[in-house]
């Protein structure tokens, strides 16, 4: 892993040559200038996703620990890496912001870390030039954390006069840690001080009944963005995937609000929601979360029997009630496919109800046969694994008195085995396995595992035992690992 971010620093640094970047040394740090900077300072609303290597044309890198690793793109974001001795001491400096002083600008960024247990520290600054001398005045305090999926950080910024303002991110890990990554950074547009401050408690919650529908709850902000109490707001807005899905009218602050969204598939979608009043519009609170059904989880308790009818069975399994991760699930809308003989290509039935299905397996009744099956279980969220039935010989049963020697490698009844076995059994011959069959005739079923603790099973057909008084069973066995015969 340490390895992969030295390649990175090698290929960000071609990219930012093919881009025409000066790096210069100011003061006892080395600083990345864009050459094509921006003509004019851009005035927010303003966002860069850093998912391409465009963003280089006008931000400012500086490494002020001077150890070569700084902020750089990396597969649609930036990042920022470790040194084994120094702490970091990396910024990533925006162009120049035109701000309006008295005003009120939201600030937000999505943040990951490369390691979910080692902590990472940033800060987020503004100031009037792009030098760590001069970005002074907080949007974020130095926080430190540790998540390796994005979360999404928020702050304010408020000028106390208008002018040309840079806001800039500040690596400051200890040394020897992972890594800091960056992505979606936002500027909202001007705002009153009276504007209202973000929803909160946005949680959205799904149904696992099978419906695609999630039950979304969050609560009305209480305080404007000047920290004062609020008096009226005209509306909260909630929108999915940044369209707009429900309006709240007049909602008092700090009531809880609720909606219930039906999606068109099930998927993962991005909530968002904001509060307006007179003043302006608020940041947005945003929320992700998987709504609909996922996999149903596998289906149990799979029986196979044949029926009275020649070449019927009848296969049952025990309801499906969870998906993959244990959460409930409307046995109503789960439905089921049967396969032909454990393969997952020959579907013979779909979208079954119930628990059981009774179909004819056989057509040739006269010669006894094994059959089996696998079940899946399907919700809109998708397929559960297939599962095998057990192995069911059906048609007429062997007379006794019954008799299996495996003579010449070939048996002479049908006997069934368990793929799934680590010990899978199979005929052999005298001349292919270098072991005497106990009768002389040249064959035998075997038994090879890799470990002592393998196994393997096989069934022999039906047995006719009506009539026996005391039914015997004789078989020999020859272990090859002790050179032991015996007869039992």
């Known amino acids: 892993m340490r390895i992969h971010y030295i390649k990175r620093v090698a290929l960000s640094l071609c990219a930012a040559m093919s881009l025409g970047l000066s790096a210069t040394s100011q003061a006892g740090q080395s600083v ?23 963003f280089l044309e006008s931000y400012t890198i500086i490494d002020s620990n001077q150890d070569g690793t700084k ?28 701000l309006e002083g008295g ?87 001007a705002a009153g001080a009276s504007t209202p401050s973000a929803p909160s408690n946005l949680v959205v919650n799904t149904r696992t009944n099978g419906e695609l529908k999630a039950d979304i709850s969050l609560t009305a902000p209480t305080l404007d963005l000047n920290g004062q109490d609020l008096t009226e ?37 991005t909530y ?85 299905k009774t179909f004819k397996a056989l057509d040739d009744t006269s010669v006894q046969t094994f059959v089996q099956y696998s079940v899946v279980a399907e919700a809109k969220g998708g397929i559960s694994n297939y599962v095998y039935s057990p192995l069911l010989p059906i048609g007429p049963a062997y007379s006794t008195p019954y008799h299996e020697s495996f003579a010449e490698g070939k048996a002479s009844h049908i006997f069934g085995i368990y793929p799934e076995d680590y010990a ?9 396995s270098e072991i005497e069959s106990q009768d002389g005739d040249n064959g035998f079923l075997g038994s090879e595992g890799s470990y002592s603790e393998d196994t393997g099973t096989f069934d022999t057909g039906k047995i006719d035992l009506s009539g026996l008084t005391t039914p015997t069973l004789t078989f020999y066995i020859y272990n090859n690992h002790r050179r032991r015969r015996s007869k039992q």
């Open 32 to 54: 990345t200038n864009a050459q094509n900077a921006q003509a004019e300072p851009l005035t927010p609303p303003y966002s860069e996703t850093f998912a391409d290597e465009s």
């Open 71 to 98: 902020w750089e793109p990396y597969f649609g974001k930036v990042q920022i890496s470790y040194n084994s001795e120094l702490a970091m001491d990396d910024w990533l400096i925006t162009p120049a912001l035109n």
């Open 103 to 189: 005003k009120m600008y939201s600030f937000s960024v999505n943040i990951l870390t490369g390691n979910g247990t080692t902590q990472e520290t940033f800060e987020i600054m503004f100031g009037k030039d792009k030098t760590p001398e001069a970005l002074v005045n907080p949007i974020i305090e130095k926080t430190s954390i540790a998540h390796t999926v994005y979360k999404a950080y928020t702050g304010t910024i408020s000028p106390t006069e208008s002018g040309i303002y840079y806001i800039g991110i500040h690596g400051c890990s200890s040394a020897d840690t992972y890594s800091i990554s960056v992505n979606n950074l936002t500027v909202g547009a």
């Open 233 to 269: 707001l005209e509306s909260v807005k909630l929108m999915r995937d940044g369209n707009l899905i429900k309006t709240f009218s007049t909602p008092e602050p700090g009531s809880e609000l609720t909606f219930v969204d039906e999606v068109p598939e099930c998927s993962r979608y």
């Open 272 to 356: 968002s929601a904001i509060a307006v009043n007179a003043s302006g519009e608020s940041p947005a609170v945003e929320t992700k979360a998987f709504v609909g059904t996922l996999e149903p989880s596998d289906p149990t308790g799979i029986t196979l029997v044949e029926t009275s009818t020649p070449g019927e069975v009848t296969i049952g399994w025990t309801p499906v009630t969870t998906d993959i991760r244990g959460n409930n699930l409307d046995p109503e809308f789960v439905t089921y496919r049967i396969y032909s003989e454990g393969s997952q290509s020959n579907l013979l039935f779909s979208n079954i109800s119930g628990t059981s």
């Open 424 to 432: 899978l059994w199979s005929t052999y011959t005298t001349e292919e």
